[in-house]
């Protein structure tokens, strides 16, 4: 997928990467851009969360597996509700009423403060909220690449952290438009200067993710694991994210095919089997 296209960044080999592209005649100009793709529509980040999304249509000129990502909240949004009270002789005591993360609901504490205000005769103040915002992961990208990638980051703008089946992960901090994010790999903590990578995220019904790689235009279709497209359609229902190129293929296909083999005669000795093996395997490895 876009790990390919990373690694060649990572191994300062992107100017022959869009050579490549060039030399074999392909125009990613008539491929649909970023903008394109993320057009009248608005990305939420917490609608791809928590949900293992494995690839199932690919528009990519080079064969890969398919394999899982994985996306999580970038910082923890914690919400605390609280209030103060107040005995006869003014001493103000705070307390908290109760904790939200992620706007779910996850404990009360009232019952406490209603006691000591029974038995004490506290005067109860007005309720107030405040929301705290929790981002170790962030805060470790920030420390260690912050002054060293080009362009700088703000990083008070970072909205996922993305983790693959094959050890790949990136931090994801939006732009000005919805749905394009600037692309952070872990692997900048070992190189630091890596390019900027730009990609496009947009999620459609029935429930499909679209990645998109700005530069390359290289697209891959993603669904829930449990909620795979039926085989006989994957085609069809990559299509419904609205992108296009000349190559797509779906994450079943085999590239090439495997051959067919000829129905073993009964009187095939060893020599005849070992020279069929050795056929099979320079077959494989074209």
Known sequence: MFLTIL??????????????????NINIE???SCEQFVANTTFDPKSVIDIDWMI??????IFEDSYNIKFSLASEVVSIEYFYVKDKDKNVCLCLSAVY?????????DLVCALDILFMVWKRLPAKTSTLI??????RFRVELDGEIKPPVNWNDSILFMETSIDFSALLVKTNVSGIVRLIPSLAFEYPRVPELIFALKVVEPGYLGFLNCK???????APVDKMPNHDYLTEEAQKLGFWSDFGRTHTAMVPPFPTLPPEPY???DDDEDEDMEMLHDYVLL
């Open 216 to 222: 390359y235009r290289l697209c891959y279709a993603l």
């Open 30 to 32: 008539n491929y649909t």
């Open 134 to 139: 929790f981002s170790q992961l962030v805060d």
């Open 267 to 269: 009187n095939k000795d």
């Open 56 to 61: 199932f249509y690919f528009w990519n000129p």
């Open 101 to 109: 993360v992620r706007d779910e609901f996850r404990g009360r504490f």
């Open 7 to 24: 690694l060649l960044f990572l191994s300062v080999r992107a100017n022959k990467a869009l050579k490549d592209i060039n030399d074999a």
